[in-house]
C-alpha cells in the first residue's frame, strides 16, 4: 500500500526517486481522475519542484523527515498561496490566496509534495460532496457511490491511491464520514489542536483540520506534525504527541458504548461496531455501556449553531474583493444580491438562511441561545461519560455510502447521516474514524473512537492496536498508484 | 409648554495603539489607499483575528479616567452587516460581555452625565465616491475604537458641548487618542428626545449619526430639538429613526426609520478567547494613570492659588499643564508663571492642535529661569514680558536678551541707596509729599527710574520711599 510509511522507507533506501515517485502519482492522477473526480486542481509544477529539491537532499546524503517528499493532497478550502482555493464554490471562482494556511506552512518545511486540491461539498457543506460546483467525487470501491462529504475528494484520493494522504477539515463529520465511506482513516482532532488559520472558515467554533490517510500510523505521523500551536489563531492549543504511544498495550483500557450511538444505526453497520468491540476484549480492553441521552439534542445544535455561523463567515462574498462577481448589475446593493445569488449553491443558501434566522432578533434566545446552552449540556455529558471509560466506540455513520444523486434528493435525510458524528465536533473532542468491515455489497463500514479533549493519543493508541489485529478490514482498491 | 431636551451619546474614539486591533498593520491615519492592510484586516477567507493586548489596555485606562468598573472578564461579539467598507460583514465589536461597566463624566456644574458601558471593536474603511464611482480604502479598516454609550442624563446643548469637550480632555489627557473630531478619531452619535418640563417619561428618540464637530453637534441638537417641539405642537408625533445632519442646509433627514433598522445578529465571535483581566493589570494601569484634568484644575486651585478660570485653561490641553507643571519648580508664585502662559504664549498656539501640541520654541526650563530672574529682583517686569516675546521668536535663553547690566543693581541695598539719594536731592518733592500731594511721590520714584536706568521695580521704589518718608 502507498501509505506514507512504505514511501519513506522506498526514497530513503533510494528504490524510487521522489521526481520518478511524483510523476507516478501525477500519471495516475490523471489516469483515475476522470472517474473519481477527486481532484478540482492538479498542480505538477509544485509536486515536480518540490520532488526535485527532496531529489537533491537526497542526493547530498541529507536525512529527510517522515512526510518529506510524500505525494499528498489538500482539501481546496485550505488557503495555498497563488494557487486557486475555491471551496469548490462558483461564488470563489478564480481566487488565489496571496498567503498560506498555517497547517500549508508546515507541509511547505518538510517538502510536503502537493499534488492539487481535491473536491468539497461546496463550502464544506454536505455529506456527500455533491454540492461541489465541480461535482461529486466518485467512491473509489464503486463508483456508482458517493465518496462522502464533505471533505469527499481527499477521502476518494487517498483511498483511490492518488495521494498517499491528504488533509480534510471536519465541522460536522466532514473528515470521519467521507473516510468511512471511502474505507480509510480520518483523525478529527481537538478543536484547538490544529490551527484553523488559513482554512476557510464554515462554522469556526467546529471546524477543525485534520488527516486522511491509509492507516493509523500514518494519521498520527501526519497529525503530529500539524498540531502545533499558532499565534495567528487565538483558539489554537497545540499538542501532536501521538506517534510514541501508538502500540502501547490496551489491556485494561476501558471502551464505552453509548446506547444511543447504536440507535436508527443499520444492521451491517451496528453488527460492525459490536464485532470490533469484541476484538477490543480479545486484547485486554473492558467493554462498557452507558446511556448518553443527550445525543438527542446534538443534531439540532449542530445545525443551529454551524449555520449561524456559516450566515455570518460567508457574508464576505460579495463580489467586491475577489472571486465571483455578477455580469450586470444596477448598484451596490444589487450587485451583492446578484453576486450571491449566483455564486452559492442551494444547500449553501440553505444555511445562510437558517443561520440569519436563528440569530435574528426575537428568535435568538428559542434558538441560538437555546443551542448553545444545550451545548455546554452535551459537553458535560461527554465529560460524565468519560469518568466511567477511557475511549467511546461507535459507528462512524449510521449506513454506509449511498449512491450517487440519492443525498440530493431528499435534505432531512442526509442530515441524519451526520447524527453519529456531529456530537464530536459539538463537545471539541476528537474522533477517528477507522475501517471495520464490509457491508453485503462490499461498500466499507467506518467505527469512530472518541476520545478525551487532547486524547488524541489514546484514540490513536486503540485505532492502531485495531489495526494490528484486524489487518483484513483495511482493503485496498484497483486504482491509483500500487507500492 | 414648555419642552425639556433629553440626550445621550455614544461617541466613538479611535485609539492610538501603534497597530490595529486584530493584526499587526499600522493605524497611522493617512496614507495611499489599501496600503495599511493585510489579509486579516481586509478579511481575506481564512484569516482570523487576534486580539492586540494593548488596545484592552487603552480601553481599560479610558475607563478609568472616566469611572468606569473594569470587568474581570470579557467577550468580543459579531455585529451583523453588509456594507462595502466592511470586509468581512460583520463588526467585531461587544455587546454581551463589555469591557467597562458605568462610570460617568463631571460637568462642571458638579453634575455627572453617567455611562452605560464602554466597549472595544473594529473601525471599517471608508468608502470614496469619485468620477460617478465608488472606491473603497481599508487602511482605517481595523483601527481599534472604544465607544462610550452614556446614558441619556443630557439636558441642554451645552451640556452636550461640555460633555464632549471632557470626554476629549480626559482621553487625550491620559494619551489613548487624539480625539480630532475634524479627522474623525471621534465621532458622535446622538440621540435626541424631547418631553413636557416635568415628565418623568422619555419621549419617542431619534439618532444622528457620525457628528463629526462640536459646532455641528450643537446646531443639530437645536435643530433637531426644534422640530420635534413643532411637530408635537403641531399635533404629530416624532418618528424612531436614525438621521444625518447636513451642515449646509443646517436640517436633519431620515437614513433609516425603525422599522428599516439593522438586525445586528450578534452572536459571540467564535473566533476570539474570552479576555481576562487580572486585577493586578488594572492595578498597575492605574498606578500608570496620570493625574486628571479634573484634579489636576482643582490642586492649581487649592494648592498654587490659581484662579478658578485660569486653572481651567491651564489643564484643558495636558502639554500645557505639563509645560505649567515644570515651569513652576522652585519659583516664588506659580501665578507668575500662569500669567505668562496665558497672557503670551497662548497667542502662539492659536489653533485648538497648536495647544494640543504646545510645541513651541521656549522649554519650560527658560520660562522656569525668567521667572527666577525676575523673582530675584534682578530684572523687572515690563523686562521680562518682552524678554519672553524674544525668548519665543527665537527659542533662546533669557540670558540671551539681558545684559549683566540689566541685571544687578537692583537688589535692597541698591534701592535703598537710590531712593535716600532721591529723597536728598528733590527737596521741595519731599516738602509737597509731607504737604499731603501724593503726586509728588511719583516725581521720586521717576527719579529712581532714571538713576537706575530703568532696572529698578517702581512698585518696590515707591513703597521702600513711603517707608522712609513714613
Given at each position: 500500500?502507498?501509505?506514507?510509511?512504505?514511501?519513506?522507507?522506498?526514497?530513503?533506501?533510494?528504490?524510487?526517486?521522489?521526481?520518478?515517485?511524483?510523476?507516478?502519482?501525477?500519471?495516475?492522477?490523471?489516469?483515475?481522475?476522470?472517474?473519481?473526480?477527486?481532484?478540482?486542481?492538479?498542480?505538477?509544477?509544485?509536486?515536480?519542484?518540490?520532488?526535485?529539491?527532496?531529489?537533491?537532499?537526497?542526493?547530498?546524503?541529507?536525512?529527510?523527515?517522515?512526510?518529506?517528499?510524500?505525494?499528498?493532497?489538500?482539501?481546496?478550502?485550505?488557503?495555498?498561496?497563488?494557487?486557486?482555493?475555491?471551496?469548490?464554490?462558483?461564488?470563489?471562482?478564480?481566487?488565489?490566496?496571496?498567503?498560506?494556511?498555517?497547517?500549508?506552512?508546515?507541509?511547505?518545511?518538510?517538502?510536503?509534495?502537493?499534488?492539487?486540491?481535491?473536491?468539497?461539498?461546496?463550502?464544506?457543506?454536505?455529506?456527500?460532496?455533491?454540492?461541489?460546483?465541480?461535482?461529486?467525487?466518485?467512491?473509489?470501491?464503486?463508483?456508482?457511490?458517493?465518496?462522502?462529504?464533505?471533505?469527499?475528494?481527499?477521502?476518494?484520493?487517498?483511498?483511490?491511491?492518488?495521494?498517499?494522504?491528504?488533509?480534510?477539515?471536519?465541522?460536522?463529520?466532514?473528515?470521519?464520514?467521507?473516510?468511512?465511506?471511502?474505507?480509510?482513516?480520518?483523525?478529527?482532532?481537538?478543536?484547538?489542536?490544529?490551527?484553523?488559520?488559513?482554512?476557510?472558515?464554515?462554522?469556526?467554533?467546529?471546524?477543525?483540520?485534520?488527516?486522511?490517510?491509509?492507516?493509523?500510523?500514518?494519521?498520527?505521523?501526519?497529525?503530529?506534525?500539524?498540531?502545533?500551536?499558532?499565534?495567528?489563531?487565538?483558539?489554537?492549543?497545540?499538542?501532536?504527541?501521538?506517534?510514541?504511544?501508538?502500540?502501547?498495550?490496551?489491556?485494561?483500557?476501558?471502551?464505552?458504548?453509548?446506547?444511543?450511538?447504536?440507535?436508527?444505526?443499520?444492521?451491517?453497520?451496528?453488527?460492525?461496531?459490536?464485532?470490533?468491540?469484541?476484538?477490543?476484549?480479545?486484547?485486554?480492553?473492558?467493554?462498557?455501556?452507558?446511556?448518553?441521552?443527550?445525543?438527542?439534542?446534538?443534531?439540532?445544535?449542530?445545525?443551529?449553531?454551524?449555520?449561524?455561523?456559516?450566515?455570518?463567515?460567508?457574508?464576505?462574498?460579495?463580489?467586491?474583493r475577489?472571486?465571483?462577481?455578477?455580469?450586470?448589475?444596477?448598484?451596490?446593493?444589487?450587485?451583492?444580491?446578484?453576486?450571491?445569488?449566483?455564486?452559492?449553491?442551494?444547500?449553501?443558501?440553505?444555511?445562510?438562511?437558517?443561520?440569519?434566522?436563528?440569530?435574528?432578533?426575537?428568535?435568538?434566545?428559542?434558538?441560538?441561545?437555546?443551542?448553545?446552552?444545550?451545548?455546554?449540556?452535551?459537553?458535560?455529558?461527554?465529560?460524565?461519560?468519560?469518568?466511567?471509560?477511557?475511549?467511546?466506540?461507535?459507528?462512524?455513520?449510521?449506513?454506509?455510502?449511498?449512491?450517487?444523486?440519492?443525498?440530493?434528493?431528499?435534505?432531512?435525510?442526509?442530515?441524519?447521516?451526520?447524527?453519529?458524528?456531529?456530537?464530536?465536533?459539538?463537545?471539541?473532542?476528537?474522533?477517528?474514524?477507522?475501517?471495520?468491515?464490509?457491508?453485503?455489497?462490499?461498500?466499507?463500514?467506518?467505527?469512530?473512537?472518541?476520545?478525551?479533549?487532547?486524547?488524541?493519543?489514546?484514540?490513536?493508541?486503540?485505532?492502531?492496536?485495531?489495526?494490528?489485529?484486524?489487518?483484513?478490514?483495511?482493503?485496498?482498491?484497483?486504482?491509483?498508484?500500487?507500492? | 409648554?414648555?419642552?425639556?431636551?433629553?440626550?445621550?451619546?455614544?461617541?466613538?474614539?479611535e485609539?492610538?495603539?501603534?497597530t490595529k486591533i486584530f493584526c499587526g498593520c499600522t493605524t497611522q491615519f493617512g496614507g495611499e489607499p489599501n496600503t495599511h492592510c493585510c489579509p486579516v484586516c481586509i478579511g481575506?477567507?481564512?484569516?482570523?483575528?487576534?486580539?492586540?493586548?494593548?488596545?484592552?489596555?487603552?480601553?481599560?485606562?479610558?475607563?478609568?479616567?472616566?469611572?468606569?468598573?473594569?470587568?474581570?472578564?470579557?467577550?468580543?461579539?459579531?455585529?451583523?452587516?453588509?456594507?462595502p467598507d466592511l470586509s468581512?460583514?460583520?463588526?467585531?465589536?461587544?455587546?454581551?460581555?463589555?469591557?467597562?461597566?458605568?462610570?460617568?463624566?463631571?460637568?462642571?456644574?458638579?453634575?455627572?452625565?453617567?455611562?452605560?458601558?464602554?466597549?472595544?471593536?473594529e473601525d471599517a474603511g471608508k468608502l470614496i465616491?469619485?468620477?460617478?464611482?465608488?472606491y473603497v480604502d481599508y487602511n482605517r479598516g481595523g483601527v481599534p475604537l472604544?465607544?462610550?454609550?452614556?446614558?441619556?442624563?443630557?439636558?441642554?446643548?451645552?451640556?452636550?458641548?461640555?460633555?464632549?469637550?471632557?470626554?476629549?480632555?480626559?482621553?487625550?489627557?491620559?494619551?489613548?487618542?487624539?480625539?480630532?473630531?475634524?479627522e474623525g478619531s471621534?465621532?458622535?452619535?446622538?440621540?435626541?428626545?424631547?418631553?413636557?418640563?416635568?415628565?418623568?417619561?422619555?419621549?419617542?428618540?431619534?439618532?444622528?449619526?457620525?457628528?463629526?464637530?462640536?459646532?455641528?453637534?450643537?446646531?443639530?441638537?437645536?435643530?433637531?430639538?426644534?422640530?420635534?417641539?413643532?411637530?408635537?405642537?403641531?399635533?404629530?408625533?416624532?418618528?424612531?429613526?436614525?438621521?444625518?445632519?447636513?451642515?449646509?442646509?443646517?436640517?436633519?433627514?431620515?437614513?433609516?426609520?425603525?422599522?428599516?433598522?439593522?438586525?445586528?445578529?450578534?452572536?459571540?465571535?467564535?473566533?476570539?478567547?474570552?479576555?481576562?483581566?487580572?486585577?493586578?493589570?488594572?492595578?498597575?494601569?492605574?498606578?500608570?494613570?496620570?493625574?486628571?484634568?479634573?484634579?489636576?484644575?482643582?490642586?492649581?486651585?487649592?494648592?498654587?492659588?490659581?484662579?478658578?478660570?485660569?486653572?481651567?485653561?491651564?489643564?484643558?490641553?495636558?502639554?500645557?499643564?505639563?509645560?505649567?507643571?515644570?515651569?513652576?519648580?522652585?519659583?516664588?508664585?506659580?501665578?507668575?508663571?500662569?500669567?505668562?502662559?496665558?497672557?503670551?504664549?497662548?497667542?502662539?498656539?492659536?489653533?485648538?492642535?497648536?495647544?494640543?501640541?504646545?510645541?513651541?520654541?521656549?522649554?519650560?526650563?527658560?520660562?522656569?529661569?525668567?521667572?527666577?530672574?525676575?523673582?530675584?529682583?534682578?530684572?523687572?517686569?515690563?523686562?521680562?514680558?518682552?524678554?519672553?516675546?524674544?525668548?519665543?521668536?527665537?527659542?533662546?535663553?533669557?540670558?540671551?536678551?539681558?545684559?549683566?547690566?540689566?541685571?544687578?543693581?537692583?537688589?535692597?541695598?541698591?534701592?535703598?541707596?537710590?531712593?535716600?539719594?532721591?529723597?536728598?536731592?528733590?527737596?521741595?518733592?519731599?516738602?509737597?509729599?509731607?504737604?499731603?500731594?501724593?503726586?509728588?511721590?511719583?516725581?521720586?520714584?521717576?527719579?529712581?527710574?532714571?538713576?537706575?536706568?530703568?532696572?529698578?521695580?517702581?512698585?518696590?521704589?515707591?513703597?521702600?520711599?513711603?517707608?522712609?518718608?513714613?
Open positions: 500500500m502507498g501509505t506514507i510509511a512504505t514511501i519513506h522507507e522506498m526514497l530513503v533506501k533510494k528504490q524510487v526517486s521522489c521526481t520518478e515517485l511524483t510523476q507516478r502519482y501525477l500519471d495516475a492522477v490523471e489516469q483515475a481522475n476522470p472517474a473519481l473526480n477527486a481532484y478540482v486542481n492538479v498542480t505538477p509544477d509544485t509536486a515536480l519542484a518540490t520532488a526535485a529539491a527532496v531529489d537533491k537532499k537526497i542526493a547530498a546524503g541529507e536525512e529527510i523527515g517522515a512526510l518529506e517528499g510524500v505525494p499528498m493532497t489538500l482539501k481546496d478550502n485550505m488557503s495555498t498561496k497563488g494557487i486557486e482555493t475555491t471551496c469548490c464554490s462558483k461564488i470563489l471562482t478564480g481566487y488565489k490566496p496571496i498567503f498560506d494556511a498555517t497547517v500549508w506552512e508546515i507541509l511547505q518545511e518538510q517538502n510536503a509534495v502537493l499534488l492539487g486540491k481535491t473536491n468539497m461539498d461546496e463550502f464544506a457543506m454536505g455529506s456527500s460532496c455533491e454540492n461541489s460546483c465541480f461535482g461529486g467525487a466518485a467512491n473509489p470501491f464503486d463508483t456508482n457511490y458517493v465518496a462522502g462529504g464533505s471533505s469527499g475528494g481527499v477521502s476518494s484520493a487517498v483511498g483511490g491511491n492518488i495521494a498517499a494522504y491528504g488533509l480534510g477539515s471536519d465541522t460536522g463529520g466532514s473528515i470521519r464520514q467521507p473516510a468511512s465511506f471511502c474505507g480509510v482513516v480520518g483523525l478529527k482532532p481537538t478543536y484547538g489542536a490544529v490551527s484553523r488559520y488559513g482554512l476557510i472558515a464554515y462554522a469556526s467554533s467546529l471546524d477543525q483540520i485534520g488527516p486522511i490517510t491509509k492507516t493509523v500510523e500514518d494519521a498520527s505521523l501526519v497529525f503530529d506534525a500539524i498540531a502545533k500551536k499558532d499565534k495567528r489563531d487565538s483558539t489554537s492549543v497545540g499538542g501532536g504527541n501521538t506517534y510514541a504511544t501508538l502500540n502501547r498495550d490496551i489491556k485494561g483500557m476501558k471502551i464505552g458504548i453509548a446506547r444511543e450511538y447504536l440507535d436508527g444505526v443499520r444492521d451491517d453497520v451496528k453488527e460492525a461496531t459490536l464485532a470490533a468491540a469484541e476484538v477490543y476484549k480479545s486484547l485486554g480492553a473492558e467493554i462498557v455501556y452507558f446511556d448518553l441521552p443527550v445525543l438527542k439534542f446534538a443534531l439540532p445544535v449542530y445545525y443551529i449553531i454551524a449555520c449561524a455561523e456559516a450566515s455570518s463567515n460567508l457574508g464576505r462574498y460579495d463580489g467586491i475577489y472571486g465571483y462577481k455578477t455580469a450586470h448589475y444596477t448598484g451596490t446593493h444589487d450587485m451583492i444580491c446578484r453576486t450571491r445569488s449566483e455564486g452559492f449553491g442551494e444547500e449553501v443558501k440553505r444555511r445562510i438562511l437558517l443561520g440569519t434566522y436563528v440569530l435574528s432578533a426575537g428568535y435568538y434566545d428559542a434558538y441560538y441561545k437555546k443551542a448553545t446552552d444545550l451545548r455546554g449540556t452535551i459537553i458535560s455529558a461527554f465529560n460524565k461519560a468519560f469518568e466511567q471509560c477511557d475511549v467511546i466506540l461507535a459507528p462512524t455513520v449510521p449506513m454506509t455510502a449511498f449512491e450517487k444523486g440519492h443525498a440530493v434528493s431528499d435534505p432531512i435525510e442526509t442530515y441524519l447521516t451526520d447524527i453519529c458524528t456531529v456530537p464530536v465536533n459539538i463537545a471539541g473532542l476528537p474522533g477517528v474514524s477507522v475501517p471495520c468491515g464490509f457491508n453485503a455489497k462490499g461498500m466499507p463500514i467506518g467505527m469512530q473512537l472518541i476520545g478525551k479533549s487532547f486524547g488524541e493519543a489514546q484514540i490513536l493508541n486503540a485505532a492502531y492496536r485495531y489495526q494490528q489485529a484486524a489487518p483484513e478490514k483495511f482493503r485496498d482498491t484497483k486504482w491509483g498508484v500500487k507500492l | 409648554m414648555k419642552y425639556e431636551l433629553v440626550s445621550g451619546f455614544e461617541t466613538h474614539i485609539l492610538q495603539t501603534k481575506l477567507p481564512g484569516t482570523l483575528p487576534v486580539l492586540n493586548r494593548e488596545v484592552v489596555r487603552f480601553a481599560i485606562k479610558a475607563g478609568l479616567a472616566v469611572h468606569g468598573e473594569i470587568a474581570s472578564v470579557a467577550k468580543m461579539d459579531r455585529k451583523n452587516y453588509c456594507y468581512k460583514a460583520y463588526q467585531i465589536s461587544q455587546l454581551y460581555a463589555p469591557l467597562i461597566i458605568g462610570g460617568y463624566v463631571e460637568l462642571s456644574s458638579g453634575k455627572k452625565i453617567r455611562l452605560h458601558h464602554i466597549h472595544i471593536e465616491h469619485r468620477h460617478g464611482d465608488t472604544i465607544e462610550i454609550v452614556s446614558e441619556p442624563d443630557i439636558r441642554s446643548v451645552d451640556e452636550a458641548r461640555e460633555y464632549v469637550e471632557k470626554l476629549q480632555q480626559v482621553m487625550r489627557y491620559i494619551g489613548i487618542s487624539d480625539c480630532r473630531m475634524q471621534m465621532r458622535c452619535d446622538v440621540n435626541v428626545s424631547v418631553r413636557p418640563e416635568g415628565s418623568e417619561t422619555f419621549g419617542t428618540r431619534t439618532e444622528i449619526k457620525n457628528m463629526n464637530s462640536i459646532t455641528n453637534i450643537v446646531k443639530a441638537m437645536e435643530y433637531e430639538y426644534d422640530r420635534q417641539v413643532d411637530l408635537i405642537e403641531s399635533g404629530g408625533k416624532v418618528v424612531q429613526e436614525t438621521l444625518r445632519y447636513d451642515d449646509v442646509s443646517g436640517t436633519t433627514s431620515s437614513m433609516r426609520s425603525k422599522e428599516d433598522a439593522h438586525d445586528y445578529r450578534y452572536f459571540r465571535d467564535p473566533d476570539l478567547v474570552t479576555i481576562n483581566i487580572p486585577r493586578e493589570e488594572v492595578e498597575a494601569l492605574r498606578a500608570e494613570m496620570p493625574e486628571l484634568p479634573a484634579d489636576k484644575c482643582r490642586r492649581y486651585i487649592d494648592a498654587l492659588g490659581i484662579p478658578e478660570k485660569d486653572a481651567q485653561l491651564l489643564t484643558k490641553y495636558r502639554r500645557i499643564s505639563e509645560f505649567f507643571d515644570a515651569a513652576i519648580e522652585g519659583v516664588k508664585s506659580p501665578k507668575t508663571v500662569s500669567n505668562f502662559i496665558i497672557g503670551q504664549m497662548f497667542r502662539r498656539a492659536e489653533t485648538e492642535s497648536d495647544k494640543e501640541q504646545f510645541d513651541l520654541p521656549t522649554t519650560p526650563q527658560q520660562l522656569n529661569a525668567l521667572v527666577k530672574l525676575l523673582d530675584s529682583g534682578k530684572i523687572r517686569n515690563n523686562l521680562a514680558k518682552a524678554t519672553l516675546e524674544k525668548m519665543l521668536d527665537t527659542g533662546k535663553p533669557a540670558t540671551d536678551f539681558i545684559s549683566e547690566s540689566d541685571m544687578g543693581g537692583v537688589d535692597d541695598n541698591a534701592l535703598l541707596a537710590l531712593c535716600k539719594a532721591a529723597i536728598e536731592g528733590n527737596a521741595k518733592a519731599v516738602a509737597d509729599f509731607r504737604g499731603g500731594k501724593e503726586k509728588a511721590l511719583k516725581a521720586l520714584v521717576g527719579n529712581v527710574m532714571k538713576n537706575s536706568r530703568g532696572k529698578a521695580d517702581a512698585q518696590a521704589a515707591e513703597a521702600k520711599i513711603k517707608e522712609l518718608l513714613g
